[in-house]
């Protein structure tokens, strides 16, 4: 150990603390997933990240809210929308086929 230069000294500390890392993150996320069983998530899921103070929950849940927002107002307008006439053909021809044969 006292034989190692700055730079191995350093890159032997680097691996050591990205192991300590990766064990955190590992714990973060057991415990999100335990988390996410019987508490009320409120439509979001924890993550790790929400475990280790990195994560913004509240951001997500805006996200969520307004991801939403978005995707029932295109299933309304897709309600809305009528379909092109070749679909509306389709099981027309497909009758007019079989009584052909």
């Known amino acids: 150990m006292w034989a190692l230069t700055p730079r191995e000294y350093a890159a032997l500390r680097d691996v050591w603390l990205d192991g300590l890392e990766r064990e ?7 415990l999100a997933a335990v988390a996410n069983g019987p508490l009320q998530t409120d439509g979001v899921l924890f993550v790790a990240d929400d475990m280790l103070g990195k994560g913004s929950r509240q951001q997500r849940m805006r996200g969520a809210a307004r991801d939403k927002a978005q995707s029932l107002k295109i299933q309304r307008a897709a309600e809305k929308a009528k379909p092109p006439q070749w679909i509306v053909d389709i099981p027309k021809k497909r009758a007019e086929s079989k009584r052909v044969n």
């Not at 955190?24 to 057991?30: I, T």
């Open 24 to 30: 955190r993150y590992m714990h973060a996320s057991l």
